[in-house]
């Protein structure tokens, strides 16, 4: 009779080696990312807390089908149309300004807690450090805590404008911008370049009180809808849990459609980095294809998995995602891979990838974690896509940015890594980051599962003075 490790390595139907992290003791360990029957898990072993293994996806197939759209790249190289010969430029970048908050969100990655606010002048000078080595960034994102409760929000919003950044997301829980003016006109001011990135997740109490602390679906309606008013478009992000709120995926999506300053939703499946209060099991938790088989579920097929791309400058297993043009009254979406074989246009099989011609360089600058739809170059790139797609009555609208805003949206799905699902090679290929104490840009899975326990600034406001804003 065969062992039943022998039968678990007969049933082994794909594999990759990398490096993975003991869950509990956070030791890098020899990891295997291996195909048993139609599911996808990351397998290792500490040689003190024994084997480990966490589910990565249910869906094989889609999990291959995603990882053609980002083959491996040689050195970590980057997706640009030249390729590059070291690591990946940042493509989005997190500045956090405040390890104060305004809720205790069971769910925060970052555990905020405290009562610390970065001075102007340290957020400064850690911009002054990242530009020397990179001379533009695509995306900064604003974070914390919640970074529009720092006293100096505005005027820290107003310097980092001054760098060559090509927009500018409010990470926000939405309390500020629903209850208070000053952050909600910092923000409108530079409407062009800065737009919000609001948590928003269920519409039910009970869910808003496991994921926020307590119900804010009136606040964060609210706050989508000043925000409206005042001309600032919105990222909705849910964060989406199994057995909690998977079943309000596709109720997500038309609330998102049903505000025409909802330029966008991102969907994130619940991690256990930083402050996660709740059970959670590494081997039945909520992924990638998961998200994607919902959407296609409960939006009656107006949302199909095949709708969706890797991304192509980082890690197959990063994010997938889609663009569409909405109709008029913004109740249908035709989602552009439909029209256009994205594919066609990268070399899948080199060491990197490479773009044939203007419709290639318009995907690889579109298929990324930073467009801003109202930017000049993204409306000129989508505008080359429609029209090689076929879509032409979507190009008159192309040359208005405020309705180019409301009529294009994208859809990500975006799983961050914890501990249990930390794959070195995702490391190695990322460009999310966020900047430490030290200005320095590191990955921002490595940084929430092994560095928040340090010293965040270096210079802070005194909470006697921060507290009288």
Same mark, same amino acid.
Not at 89 to 118: S, W
Not at 298 to 325: A, E
Not at 344 to 368: H, N, Q, T
């Given at each position: 009779?065969?062992?039943?490790?022998?039968?678990?390595?007969?049933?082994?139907?794909?594999?990759?080696?990398?490096?993975?992290?003991?869950?509990?003791?956070?030791?890098?360990?020899?990891?295997? $990312?291996?195909?048993?029957?139609?599911?996808?898990?990351?397998?290792?072993?500490?040689?003190?807390?024994?084997?480990?293994?966490?589910?990565?996806?249910?869906?094989?197939?889609?999990?291959?089908?995603?990882?053609?759209?980002?083959?491996?790249?040689?050195?970590?190289?980057?997706?640009?149309?030249?390729?590059?010969?070291?690591?990946?430029?940042?493509?989005?970048?997190?500045?956090? *300004?405040?390890?104060?908050?305004?809720?205790?969100?069971?769910?925060?990655?970052?555990?905020?807690?405290?009562?610390?606010?970065?001075?102007? +002048?340290?957020?400064?000078?850690?911009?002054?450090?990242?530009?020397?080595?990179?001379?533009?960034?695509?995306?900064?994102?604003?974070?914390?805590?919640?970074?529009?409760?720092?006293?100096?929000?505005?005027?820290?919003?107003?310097?980092?404008?001054?760098?060559? $950044?090509?927009?500018?997301?409010?990470?926000?829980?939405?309390?500020?911008?629903?209850?208070?003016?000053?952050?909600?006109?910092?923000?409108?001011?530079?409407?062009?370049?800065?737009?919000?990135?609001?948590?928003?997740?269920?519409?039910?109490?009970?869910?808003?009180?496991?994921?926020?602390?307590?119900?804010?679906?009136?606040?964060?309606?609210?706050?989508?809808?000043?925000?409206?008013?005042?001309?600032?478009?919105?990222?909705?992000?849910?964060?989406?849990?199994?057995?909690?709120?998977?079943?309000? *995926?596709?109720?997500?999506?038309?609330?998102?459609?049903?505000?025409?300053?909802?330029?966008?939703?991102?969907?994130?499946?619940?991690?256990?980095?930083?402050?996660?209060?709740?059970?959670?099991?590494?081997?039945?938790?909520?992924?990638?294809?998961?998200?994607?088989?919902?959407?296609?579920?409960?939006?009656?097929?107006?949302?199909?998995?095949?709708?969706?791309?890797?991304?192509?400058?980082?890690?197959?297993?990063?994010?997938?995602?889609?663009?569409?043009?909405?109709?008029?009254?913004?109740?249908?979406?035709?989602?552009?891979?439909?029209?256009?074989?994205?594919?066609?246009?990268?070399?899948?099989?080199?060491?990197?990838?490479?773009?044939?011609? $203007?419709?290639?360089?318009?995907?690889?600058?579109?298929?990324?974690?930073?467009?801003?739809?109202?930017?000049?170059?993204?409306?000129?790139?989508?505008?080359?896509?429609?029209?090689?797609?076929?879509?032409?009555?979507?190009?008159?609208?192309?040359? +208005?940015?405020?309705?180019?805003?409301?009529?294009?949206?994208?859809?990500?799905?975006?799983?961050?890594?914890?501990?249990?699902?930390?794959?070195?090679?995702?490391?190695?290929?990322?460009?999310?980051?966020?900047?430490?104490?030290?200005?320095?840009?590191?990955?921002?899975?490595?940084?929430?599962?092994?560095?928040?326990?340090?010293?965040?600034?270096?210079?802070? *406001?005194?909470?006697?003075?921060?507290?009288?804003?």
């Amino acid at each position: 009779m065969q062992s039943d490790l022998a039968i678990e390595r007969e049933a082994i139907i794909w594999q990759e080696s990398t490096t993975g992290l003991c869950s509990i003791c956070l030791r890098p360990v020899e990891a295997r $990312i291996e195909q048993l029957g139609n599911d996808i898990f990351l397998k290792s072993t500490c040689p003190t807390h024994g084997e480990q293994t966490a589910l990565l996806s249910r869906d094989a197939d889609e999990y291959h089908r995603i990882r053609q759209y980002t083959p491996e790249r040689v050195g970590g190289c980057c997706c640009g149309p030249e390729g590059c010969d070291t690591k990946p430029p940042v493509c989005v970048l997190l500045l956090e *300004i405040t390890q104060a908050c305004n809720l205790r969100c069971p769910t925060c990655y970052a555990d905020a807690k405290g009562h610390d606010f970065m001075s102007v +002048d340290e957020a400064k000078g850690r911009l002054e450090k990242f530009f020397v080595f990179q001379p533009a960034l695509d995306l900064l994102m604003i974070s914390g805590g919640e970074p529009t409760i720092h006293p100096n929000f505005p005027e820290i919003l107003e310097m980092c404008l001054k760098y060559p $950044i090509g927009r500018i997301l409010i990470n926000t829980n939405g309390l500020r911008i629903a209850q208070n003016d000053t952050a909600l006109n910092a923000i409108a001011a530079h409407r062009e370049r800065v737009e919000i990135y609001l948590s928003f997740g269920s519409f039910r109490p009970e869910v808003h009180e496991r994921l926020y602390g307590r119900d804010l679906v009136n606040d964060k309606t609210l706050a989508i809808e000043r925000a409206g008013r005042a001309g600032v478009f919105v990222t909705l992000v849910p964060t989406v849990e199994r057995g909690v709120n998977e079943d309000e *995926i596709g109720e997500l999506y038309r609330f998102a459609l049903k505000h025409k300053n909802i330029n966008g939703i991102t969907f994130q499946p619940v991690m256990t980095a930083g402050r996660y209060e709740n059970d959670h099991v590494p081997e039945d938790r909520l992924t990638m294809t998961d998200v994607l088989r919902l959407l296609q579920e409960q939006t009656s097929g107006q949302l199909v998995t095949t709708d969706f791309v890797g991304l192509p400058c980082s890690h197959p297993d990063c994010c997938s995602l889609t663009y569409g043009f909405l109709n008029k009254e913004r109740t249908k979406l035709t989602p552009l891979p439909r029209h256009l074989d994205v594919a066609r246009y990268m070399d899948l099989f080199s060491d990197r990838i490479s773009f044939a011609g $203007i419709v290639g360089g318009a995907i690889r600058r579109v298929w990324s974690d930073t467009i801003h739809f109202r930017g000049g170059q993204a409306i000129k790139d989508l505008s080359i896509l429609f029209a090689r797609s076929g879509m032409r009555e979507a190009l008159p609208w192309l040359r +208005d940015p405020m309705l180019f805003g409301e009529r294009v949206f994208r859809i990500v799905v975006k799983p961050f890594m914890d501990a249990h699902t930390y794959d070195h090679k995702r490391i190695d290929q990322c460009c999310t980051m966020i900047l430490n104490e030290d200005g320095e840009a590191i990955s921002f899975c490595e940084y929430n599962i092994l560095h928040r326990s340090k010293p965040k600034f270096k210079s802070s *406001i005194p909470l006697a003075i921060a507290g009288r804003s």
